[in-house]
């Protein structure tokens, strides 16, 4: 069934032989299974408790750190430009609270005005990486913090002079620009409750897993067509696929789109479930603690499957719960735990960087000789 | 129809007012198998440029004559067009995706699609790849190309070998292909493999599609060729059957190598340099140079002498030099008048009054953007303090440069060598070729060597310029006894200036020749084989 292993988390399959070299190879997910293992144990809360704030959090944030799948196979490394997705889809959601659309509706009326502003920003993600070849990551990092720019600037400053705004009770006593608080009251939980089960002492927000579910089984669908085997081709060489005669520049345009669009659903998603939009915040860490997630489930600059984004995404969410209270009962303070997960999350992302860049410069260098 | 699916015709073409190709013919029947042999600058490439439509001809200003594919004129805009209209070609270096199996490597952009629902909507891209008949069909070209492997296997493990078979069974999969051309396959293949390998282009051939051969092995060309075109100098010399009893592999060889090399009369030397006076010794000499290694080379060089060093691109002539002077990793023994010279390390060599000028004059011999006085003085400065004076009061002081003195010497230069330029003060970059080499002597110069090694020294420089270095050379050598090591693409440079040549082929040293050797021996040396002594 997963001929190309996309829901595969170890590259290969274990046995007695290479089991050492698998070890050393998934060493992050590892050593995250040990740290969550110890962080749970001391937490002392119970199991139920536990579980509860896991399945709500890997329903929120899965489809974020999904969304960095394809431009890994495409390789263009982990989408640090995922926060302008974030943008887009927080400008459909202003648009939905500034309408008061309630209901499902305006949580389908939000993706609809995010969906071409994330298509346009893409495509000029897409522009730019083309120029900074070699460099996407940084160059999709620094995009992200320019484009911060321009979103403050439209809604700090655009609202109520250039963008006529009539909720009044959203913008600031000035009469222009947002308040830095947005209540998503009419959509708040909308999906999450659509479909909410009982599994035991358990809330199970169905019809938002069923969307990651969704994007899960699409990703699984794009690999078997002509523009996911594209999409592949250029992820490992980019010069051999030129010479084949594949459109690289395009298929990394469409890639960067592709996740892009996700970006913008992915925040959607994310703030129904939260209720409150930060207007100038809540964008900030997305990337960040997607791309965090995503390398703790195995995953590199250059190869990330379905599989390493839910594992990720389970690990380093239950590290996030846990951490505050075993840092209470451990060492008498929750800001401790607090601030070691923020700091485990960027330990994280720098060491697979430094890792991804030692070992391109050791197969550069293979190649030469 | 005339009977041939290629015909090119009285191609010509210049870069940059330089000839490379002059009146060049070549035709090619169906199911012939065509030899196309020559040195490195021969023009092979860029024929083979022009046949593809390679950007590279496009954007130097295009090319005069006339190319006729399956019997219609034709001028492709780009290997893309070349390759739709039914041309194939083998690459030297591989074009695989390595985390491809061998299969989607086969079928790599041409994959065999299935419809679906959204394919309807969102166009053609979103059609899922067959697979069934990915493995069918690949299965049929590796069959072909005789190579039984599983096509499911990932390429990035395969031996070198098969790759080079994966690429073929490739070309063969293509629909329609009416010409192949396969630059040079056997160049890393081993024995076994390249037989191999000769039997799938005859099957090839034998079903109807034309092949155009590019080889340095000669012996493979006449056992697998109907007919060999040999080009020097950008002309073709003669096209042969091999079926004639006059081609042999000598015949080609001479034919390859062979114009006249006039050796003017260089002054004779008091006492001419002999094996009773060595100067340096290399032995062993391994390099890690890529693309130019070096696997053992061993020589002597008599005090005075100017030594050639020849071979085709590639086989590790060049690495030679730059192992000695400590640029890459070298192995082995270098040791100068009985002293031994530390590897891997250039400061050593210069220490024994060794001194090198590289190929790769742009990158690592000049600093482009600084002054003629700067290039000249800065080497002598760093290994031998030269051109420095001390600052300072009583014992306390620093070294600085002096640059009074550094400008005397480089006006000294700019004189002697007859560098043409502006002053001292102009910088490198503004300069010709020719007056860019003079500078990078000039500062060799500067650290008084006994030993001068020379890479390439007439590459990228116009016709004139080039004799008027050559004969540089050979002033330093006759006046100063200067002991030069050039290292040389150009046989004829070599055959020209040198008292002995040493060709270097797969990065061993082949045969020791006297420039007054046969062309026929020059030419079998550079192939790999060292001619019987009668």
Redesign the interface.
């Given at each position: 069934m997963d001929k190309h292993g996309v829901f595969r988390v170890f590259s290969k399959r274990i046995t007695k032989e290479n089991f050492k070299s698998i070890l050393v190879q998934n060493i992050v997910p590892i050593m995250f299974v040990i740290l969550c293992l110890v962080a749970v144990r001391w937490s002392g809360k119970p199991l139920a408790f536990l579980l509860q704030e896991v399945v709500f959090r890997m329903s929120r944030n899965s489809f974020l750190v999904l969304s960095l799948v394809i431009p890994v196979m495409a390789g263009l490394g982990l989408n640090f430009g995922l926060v302008i997705g974030a943008m887009a889809g927080q400008a459909g959601l202003i648009f939905v609270a500034a309408r008061q659309i309630p209901g499902v509706l305006g949580l389908l009326t939000a993706c609809l005005v995010a969906l071409p502003l994330a298509l346009g920003l893409g495509y000029m993600i897409g522009r730019i990486m083309n120029m900074a070849r070699g460099r996407e990551m940084i160059a999709g990092m620094i995009l992200g913090f320019f484009m911060n720019g321009v979103y403050q600037l439209v809604f700090l400053f655009g609202i109520g002079t250039v963008i006529p705004f009539s909720n009044k009770s959203m913008i600031l006593p000035s009469g222009i620009g947002l308040r830095n608080t947005v209540e998503l009251g009419t959509i708040r939980w909308v999906l999450d409750e659509l479909l909410m089960v009982r599994i035991g002492p358990v809330r199970v927000p169905l019809a938002t897993l069923a969307l990651s579910a969704v994007l899960e089984v699409l990703i699984t669908w794009l690999y078997r067509t002509k523009l996911g085997q594209d999409i592949r081709a250029i992820g490992q060489d980019m010069r051999v696929s030129q010479v084949a005669g594949i459109q690289v520049d395009r298929t990394r345009i469409v890639a960067m789109m592709i996740s892009t669009v996700l970006g913008a659903f992915g925040q959607i998603i994310f703030l129904q479930n939260i209720g409150t939009l930060n207007v100038y915040d809540s964008h900030g860490q997305i990337a960040t603690f997607a791309i965090a997630a995503i390398l703790v489930g195995g995953a590199t600059v250059s190869r990330a499957t379905v599989g390493q984004a839910l594992l990720g995404t389970f690990l380093f969410h239950l590290l996030f719960i846990v951490s505050p209270y075993a840092g209470q009962n451990l060492l008498g303070s929750a800001q401790v735990g607090e601030y070691f997960r923020v700091f485990v999350a960027y330990a994280i992302i720098a060491v697979s960087l430094a890792l991804h860049s030692m070992q391109r410069a050791r197969a550069q260098a293979a190649q030469k000789h | 129809m005339s009977g041939y699916v290629l015909e090119m015709h009285g191609i010509t073409k210049d870069y940059y007012g330089n000839r490379v190709l002059n009146d060049v013919t070549l035709k090619v029947k169906p199911g012939e198998i065509h030899g196309l042999v020559g040195e490195n600058g021969a023009g092979k490439s860029t024929l083979m440029n022009i046949l593809f439509g390679m950007p590279v001809i496009h954007n130097t200003g295009g090319f005069q004559g006339k190319i006729r594919f399956r019997g219609a004129e034709t001028v492709f805009d780009s290997?893309?067009q070349a390759?739709e209209s039914g041309i194939g070609m083998v690459h030297q270096e591989f074009?695989?995706?390595?985390?491809?199996t061998v299969a989607?490597n086969i079928k790599?952009?041409r994959?065999p699609?299935r419809d679906?629902l959204l394919a309807k909507l969102a166009g053609?891209?979103?059609?899922?790849?067959d697979?069934p008949k990915i493995v069918s069909d690949s299965k049929a070209a590796l069959n072909m190309v005789g190579l039984g492997i599983d096509e499911m296997l990932p390429v990035a493990g395969l031996p070198v070998g098969y790759m080079q078979f994966v690429e073929i069974a490739r070309e063969v999969d293509k629909q329609g292909v009416k010409l192949l051309v396969f630059d040079e396959p056997t160049a890393l293949l081993t024995e076994t493999e390249s037989e191999q390998l000769l039997s799938s282009v005859r099957t090839i051939a034998a079903s109807g599609v034309a092949v155009i051969f590019i080889s340095h092995r000669l012996d493979e060309v006449l056992s697998i060729c109907d007919s060999v075109t040999v080009m020097r100098d950008g002309e073709v010399v003669t096209t042969m059957s091999t079926s004639d009893q006059d081609t042999t592999i000598d015949r080609i060889a001479e034919l390859m190598v062979g114009r006249e090399v006039k050796r003017p009369d260089y002054p004779k030397r008091a006492k001419e340099p002999g094996d009773d006076d060595i100067v340096l010794t290399v032995e062993d000499l391994k390099v890690?140079m890529?693309g130019e290694e070096v696997h053992g080379v061993t020589l002597r060089v008599r005090r005075g002498e100017i030594l050639g060093i020849g071979g085709l691109a590639g086989q590790g002539k060049i690495g030679i030099s730059n192992g000695i002077m400590g640029v890459y990793p070298a192995q082995g023994r270098v040791a100068k008048d009985g002293i031994e010279i530390p590897l891997n390390d250039p400061g050593q060599a210069y220490k024994q009054k060794l001194a090198f000028l590289s190929e790769d004059r742009k990158n690592v011999g000049l600093i482009l953007d600084r002054s003629i006085e700067y290039n000249i003085s800065v080497v002598a400065t760093l290994v031998k303090s030269m051109f420095q004076k001390t600052l300072g009061v009583g014992p306390v002081g620093i070294r600085v440069r002096d640059k009074k003195s550094a400008r005397e010497f480089a006006a000294g230069m700019i004189s002697e060598l007859d560098i043409r330029c502006t002053g001292p003060g102009q910088l490198v970059r503004r300069l010709s070729g020719g007056n860019q080499q003079k500078v990078c002597i000039a500062r060799a110069l500067a650290l008084d060597p006994e030993i001068l090694l020379v890479s390439e020294p007439t590459r990228g420089i116009d016709v004139g310029a080039k004799q008027r270095i050559l004969d540089l050379l050979v002033s330093l050598n006759r006046e100063k006894g200067m002991t030069i090591i050039l290292t040389s693409s150009e046989l004829a440079e070599l055959r020209m200036v040198c008292d002995r040549i040493a060709v270097i082929y797969g990065g061993r040293l082949v045969d020791m020749l006297s420039p007054d050797d046969s062309n026929a021996r020059f030419g079998m040396a550079m192939s790999g084989r060292r001619a019987e002594v009668q």
């Amino acid at each position: 069934m997963d001929k190309h292993g996309v829901f595969r988390v170890f590259s290969k399959r274990i046995t007695k032989e290479n089991f050492k070299s698998i070890l050393v190879q998934n060493i992050v997910p590892i050593m995250f299974v040990i740290l969550c293992l110890v962080a749970v144990r001391w937490s002392g809360k119970p199991l139920a408790f536990l579980l509860q704030e896991v399945v709500f959090r890997m329903s929120r944030n899965s489809f974020l750190v999904l969304s960095l799948v394809i431009p890994v196979m495409a390789g263009l490394g982990l989408n640090f430009g995922l926060v302008i997705g974030a943008m887009a889809g927080q400008a459909g959601l202003i648009f939905v609270a500034a309408r008061q659309i309630p209901g499902v509706l305006g949580l389908l009326t939000a993706c609809l005005v995010a969906l071409p502003l994330a298509l346009g920003l893409g495509y000029m993600i897409g522009r730019i990486m083309n120029m900074a070849r070699g460099r996407e990551m940084i160059a999709g990092m620094i995009l992200g913090f320019f484009m911060n720019g321009v979103y403050q600037l439209v809604f700090l400053f655009g609202i109520g002079t250039v963008i006529p705004f009539s909720n009044k009770s959203m913008i600031l006593p000035s009469g222009i620009g947002l308040r830095n608080t947005v209540e998503l009251g009419t959509i708040r939980w909308v999906l999450d409750e659509l479909l909410m089960v009982r599994i035991g002492p358990v809330r199970v927000p169905l019809a938002t897993l069923a969307l990651s579910a969704v994007l899960e089984v699409l990703i699984t669908w794009l690999y078997r067509t002509k523009l996911g085997q594209d999409i592949r081709a250029i992820g490992q060489d980019m010069r051999v696929s030129q010479v084949a005669g594949i459109q690289v520049d395009r298929t990394r345009i469409v890639a960067m789109m592709i996740s892009t669009v996700l970006g913008a659903f992915g925040q959607i998603i994310f703030l129904q479930n939260i209720g409150t939009l930060n207007v100038y915040d809540s964008h900030g860490q997305i990337a960040t603690f997607a791309i965090a997630a995503i390398l703790v489930g195995g995953a590199t600059v250059s190869r990330a499957t379905v599989g390493q984004a839910l594992l990720g995404t389970f690990l380093f969410h239950l590290l996030f719960i846990v951490s505050p209270y075993a840092g209470q009962n451990l060492l008498g303070s929750a800001q401790v735990g607090e601030y070691f997960r923020v700091f485990v999350a960027y330990a994280i992302i720098a060491v697979s960087l430094a890792l991804h860049s030692m070992q391109r410069a050791r197969a550069q260098a293979a190649q030469k000789h | 129809m005339s009977g041939y699916v290629l015909e090119m015709h009285g191609i010509t073409k210049d870069y940059y007012g330089n000839r490379v190709l002059n009146d060049v013919t070549l035709k090619v029947k169906p199911g012939e198998i065509h030899g196309l042999v020559g040195e490195n600058g021969a023009g092979k490439s860029t024929l083979m440029n022009i046949l593809f439509g390679m950007p590279v001809i496009h954007n130097t200003g295009g090319f005069q004559g006339k190319i006729r594919f399956r019997g219609a004129e034709t001028v492709f805009d780009s290997p893309r067009q070349a390759l739709e209209s039914g041309i194939g070609m083998v690459h030297q270096e591989f074009m695989l995706i390595p985390g491809f199996t061998v299969a989607e490597n086969i079928k790599l952009n041409r994959e065999p699609l299935r419809d679906t629902l959204l394919a309807k909507l969102a166009g053609r891209r979103m059609k899922r790849l067959d697979w069934p008949k990915i493995v069918s069909d690949s299965k049929a070209a590796l069959n072909m190309v005789g190579l039984g492997i599983d096509e499911m296997l990932p390429v990035a493990g395969l031996p070198v070998g098969y790759m080079q078979f994966v690429e073929i069974a490739r070309e063969v999969d293509k629909q329609g292909v009416k010409l192949l051309v396969f630059d040079e396959p056997t160049a890393l293949l081993t024995e076994t493999e390249s037989e191999q390998l000769l039997s799938s282009v005859r099957t090839i051939a034998a079903s109807g599609v034309a092949v155009i051969f590019i080889s340095h092995r000669l012996d493979e060309v006449l056992s697998i060729c109907d007919s060999v075109t040999v080009m020097r100098d950008g002309e073709v010399v003669t096209t042969m059957s091999t079926s004639d009893q006059d081609t042999t592999i000598d015949r080609i060889a001479e034919l390859m190598v062979g114009r006249e090399v006039k050796r003017p009369d260089y002054p004779k030397r008091a006492k001419e340099p002999g094996d009773d006076d060595i100067v340096l010794t290399v032995e062993d000499l391994k390099v890690d140079m890529p693309g130019e290694e070096v696997h053992g080379v061993t020589l002597r060089v008599r005090r005075g002498e100017i030594l050639g060093i020849g071979g085709l691109a590639g086989q590790g002539k060049i690495g030679i030099s730059n192992g000695i002077m400590g640029v890459y990793p070298a192995q082995g023994r270098v040791a100068k008048d009985g002293i031994e010279i530390p590897l891997n390390d250039p400061g050593q060599a210069y220490k024994q009054k060794l001194a090198f000028l590289s190929e790769d004059r742009k990158n690592v011999g000049l600093i482009l953007d600084r002054s003629i006085e700067y290039n000249i003085s800065v080497v002598a400065t760093l290994v031998k303090s030269m051109f420095q004076k001390t600052l300072g009061v009583g014992p306390v002081g620093i070294r600085v440069r002096d640059k009074k003195s550094a400008r005397e010497f480089a006006a000294g230069m700019i004189s002697e060598l007859d560098i043409r330029c502006t002053g001292p003060g102009q910088l490198v970059r503004r300069l010709s070729g020719g007056n860019q080499q003079k500078v990078c002597i000039a500062r060799a110069l500067a650290l008084d060597p006994e030993i001068l090694l020379v890479s390439e020294p007439t590459r990228g420089i116009d016709v004139g310029a080039k004799q008027r270095i050559l004969d540089l050379l050979v002033s330093l050598n006759r006046e100063k006894g200067m002991t030069i090591i050039l290292t040389s693409s150009e046989l004829a440079e070599l055959r020209m200036v040198c008292d002995r040549i040493a060709v270097i082929y797969g990065g061993r040293l082949v045969d020791m020749l006297s420039p007054d050797d046969s062309n026929a021996r020059f030419g079998m040396a550079m192939s790999g084989r060292r001619a019987e002594v009668q």
